[in-house]
Nanobody
Framework: QVQPVESGGGLVQAGDSLRLSCAGS????????TGWFRQAPGKEREFVAS???????TYTESVKGRFTVSVDNSKTTVYLQMNSLKPEDTAVYYC????????????WGQGTQVTVSS
């Protein structure tokens, strides 16, 4: 099974951009739906964006128009392009994958910290 590994987090200022990457540890994301989630201090983990096995993208309302989820042609890496970052985007961002036909994200990465200063 795929094992997501995130990278690309960091400290940026409000209005800056970051691109997070999620690799599959030697396996591709073919046959998986992939999602990005985040957890801010003291808050529950929340859904951010997802891309299905056939390319359908879904976003939470607060990031629409600012974040873009994509996958490379070889389906080895999933990206989250984050533009116009706001302090409220500060969180640990997690990549997760679920097999086709399942409802629960079963495979999770370790997370990458994104900090946006005002």
């Amino acid at each position: 099974q795929v094992q997501p590994v995130e990278s690309g987090g960091g400290l940026v200022q409000a209005g800056d951009s970051l691109r997070l990457s999620c690799a599959g540890s030697g396996r591709t994301f073919s046959g998986y739906d992939t999602g990005w989630f985040r957890q801010a201090p003291g808050k529950e983990r929340e859904f951010v964006a997802s891309i299905s096995w056939n390319g359908v993208r879904t976003y939470t309302e607060s990031v629409k128009g600012r974040f873009t989820v994509s996958v490379d042609n070889s389906k080895t890496t999933v990206y989250l392009q984050m533009n116009s970052l706001k302090p409220e985007d500060t969180a640990v961002y997690y990549c997760a994958a679920k097999s086709l036909g399942t409802r629960t994200y079963r495979y999770w990465g370790q997370g990458t910290q994104v900090t946006v200063s005002s």
